[in-house]
Nanobody, 121 residues
Framework: QVQLVESGGGLVQAGGSLKLSCAAS????????MGWFRQAPGKEREFVAA????????DYADSMKGRFTISRDNAKTTVDLQMSSLNPEDTAVYYC??????????????WGQGTQVTVSS
């Protein structure tokens, strides 16, 4: 089992950038595919990005490609989400997630508590 704690959320102006981090505790971090999701008010949770256990393969939602970058540091057991060119539609609670096994399915087993990102116009 893995425990996840997000940090780095906050208020940013449109066009700005923000970096989210997720610290994972537990065993065999590199065996987990890691991901980020987000949930805006009144909307369902949506997939943002994922990264394979070794970090060599990434997967992005179409609307995030080119603006968001996911990365991980297995030595530090962290996964980051660098976000740029933010717009008010990116306002949401962002969640870190983990799943055992290879990257591919966008279903995850473990979740953090979330961190709020607010983009002002």
């Amino acid at each position: 089992q893995v425990q996840l704690v997000e940090s780095g959320g906050g208020l940013v102006q449109a066009g700005g950038s923000l970096k989210l981090s997720c610290a994972a505790s537990g065993r065999a971090f590199s065996s987990y595919t890691m991901g980020w999701f987000r949930q805006a008010p009144g909307k369902e949770r949506e997939f943002v990005a994922a990264i394979s256990g070794g970090g060599g393969i990434t997967d992005y939602a179409d609307s995030m490609k080119g603006r968001f970058t996911i990365s991980r540091d297995n030595a530090k057991t962290t996964v980051d989400l660098q976000m740029s060119s933010l717009n008010p539609e990116d306002t949401a609670v962002y969640y870190c997630a983990a799943r055992r096994g290879r990257i591919g399915p966008r279903t995850f087993d473990y979740w953090g508590q979330g961190t709020q990102v607010t983009v002002s116009s």
